[in-house]
């Protein structure tokens, strides 16, 4: 089930009102010409907190001008704290947060970009059919890159203890846990493993590995480099080393 119909049939009433006015707005105005929805509504394990992230395609010669009437438009569907639109490689990413707490992600792009459709989506509307027509996207295995930029990270780690900044440490260590979630939750077999953790908690039954909580240190020295010497340990166990962590790790 998709469209109007699957909307209405939403058992989260909040998301399925925000979802109604925006679906009632933009079937409105012929300059947009497509809107399909994402991340845990599509997927069935959305929760009261959750926000609602769709994607809205723009007929192209009208660019210019419905993205200057975006905003207002997400302005409209409810009282609004703040809505902002900013540029991505892909088109225009716009954010509202309303006051009842209800947020809404939008990712604007060109009816001409649309070429492949997310596995998990729900198509709300299609004027051209230029969902419909999209293959289904194959994941791309970035496990091998996820790995690597951990290992840069943590490299880093024993670079900024020996100049005494000890922050830059930190957000080092932070940086290469995050690359070492992804790394995880495509192991796992998670949807969408770029979002890291998030994604983790999005699969049924998903976890984060044991030990995880010790990669988090205060600012201390010898906490940090525990804190590196355990994820290096996590790291190795989720994938196979490149030659980097050879040298990366007797510097920790």
Do not use: H
Not at 28 to 43: I, K, M, P, Q, Y
Not at 109 to 118: D, F, I, P, V
Not at 148 to 155: D, Q, R, S, T, V
Request: aromatic share 10%; charged share 30%; with cysteine.
């Amino acid at each position: 089930m998709e469209g109007r119909d699957w909307v209405e049939a939403l058992e989260l009433a909040p998301q399925r009102e925000l979802l109604l006015s925006l679906l009632d707005a933009v079937e409105a105005d012929t300059r947009f010409r497509a809107l399909e929805v994402g991340c845990s509504l599509a997927r069935g394990n959305a929760d009261e907190l959750s926000d609602v992230d769709v994607g809205l395609w723009i007929d192209d010669e009208w660019w210019d001008a419905a993205l200057t009437d975006l905003e207002p438009l997400l302005r409209q569907l409810a009282s609004t704290v703040d809505a902002v639109g900013f540029d991505a490689p892909w088109g225009r990413w716009f954010f509202a947060q309303y006051a009842d707490g209800r947020q809404l992600d939008v990712a604007a792009q060109r009816a001409s970009t649309a070429q492949r459709r997310a596995p998990d989506s729900i198509v709300l509307f299609d004027r051209d059919g230029i969902l419909e027509a999209r293959a289904a996207r194959k994941p791309v295995d970035r496990r091998a890159e996820w790995a690597f930029l951990a290992w840069f990270e943590l490299g880093n780690v024993p670079k900024y203890i020996a100049r005494g900044s000890t922050w830059e440490a930190l957000g080092a260590l932070e940086q290469a846990r995050s690359e070492f979630l992804r790394l995880y939750a495509a192991n796992i077999g998670a949807t969408n493993p770029e979002f890291g953790v998030t994604s983790i908690f999005d699969t049924p039954g998903g976890d984060v590995p044991p030990r995880l909580a010790e990669t988090y240190p205060r600012p201390d020295v010898d906490e940090l480099r525990d804190a590196a010497r355990v994820l290096a340990g996590l790291l190795t166990n989720a994938w196979e080393r490149p030659p980097l962590a050879q040298w990366v790790e007797p510097e920790l």
